[in-house]
């Protein structure tokens, strides 16, 4: 089961900043959040990862509450290319990445 | 640099044939090995992942099963598919140490089962 909650899908317009909200009100305290996305028929692409801080990478930047119960993935200057599914992910207690149904990001121009 | 394969990019594959995927890696030491499932319009889904040779662990009941005879090699198999198994299979692999766990995907491979 996801531990993530994201919208299922948002529009954003070609050269505006896309934000894409997530919650995960249950994370612990040493566990990261981590940004992913999907390009059809393609493998999960990563983004960004974060645990407190703020994180900015060439990509993307990733803002992360106080609390830790929600971040934020922005796309500073969105492109066509941009369009994808975005998974906010946590980790399982195997290793592995536990994915959501993520939110499709529609880039348009 | 580190890669990872996945072949066939494509298959179709009658109820009840057998099957195989392969993954391996090229550029990195004993890492975890994963395979995951996504079935049309969901998330991904875990179902086998390997800390080392020989080494399997299933996250959930099905009628497929993995090995992994090389360090870098992870193989999905099948002795009957079931029309259920249809979905688009990811191969990741991530190291063993270090904090991040970050997660590296392979191409897939689309499963078509008819």
């Known amino acids: 089961d996801a531990k993530t909650t994201q919208p299922p899908s948002m529009d954003c317009a070609e050269g505006r900043a896309a934000n894409l909200p997530c919650n995960h009100s249950?994370?612990?305290?040493?566990?990261?959040v981590y940004w992913y996305r999907q390009i059809h028929s393609q493998g999960p692409q990563y983004i960004i990862h974060?645990?407190?801080n703020n994180e900015t990478n060439e990509m993307a930047s990733l803002i992360i509450t106080e609390d830790r119960k929600s971040s934020t993935l922005i796309l500073p200057h969105a492109t066509l290319r941009d369009t994808a599914v975005y998974y906010c992910i946590v980790r399982g207690s195997q290793g592995n990445l536990i994915f959501g149904k993520g939110t499709k990001l529609s880039v348009k121009p | 640099s580190q890669t990872i394969h996945q072949w066939p990019a494509t298959l179709v594959q009658p109820v009840g044939s057998p099957l195989s995927l392969e993954c391996t890696v090229e550029g990195t030491s004993n890492p975890n090995l994963y395979w995951y499932r996504q079935a049309a319009g969901r998330g991904l889904q875990l179902l086998f992942y390997s800390v080392g040779i020989g080494q399997i662990s299933s996250e959930v009941p099905q009628n497929l099963s993995a090995s992994r005879p090389q360090d870098r090699q992870f193989i999905l198999s099948s002795k009957k598919l079931l029309l259920s198994d249809s979905g688009f299979y990811l191969c990741a692999w991530s190291l063993l140490a270090g904090p991040y766990n970050e997660q590296f995907f392979g191409p897939g491979t689309r499963l078509t089962v008819l």
């Open positions: 974060g645990l407190k």
């Open positions: 249950t994370i612990s305290g040493n566990e990261y």
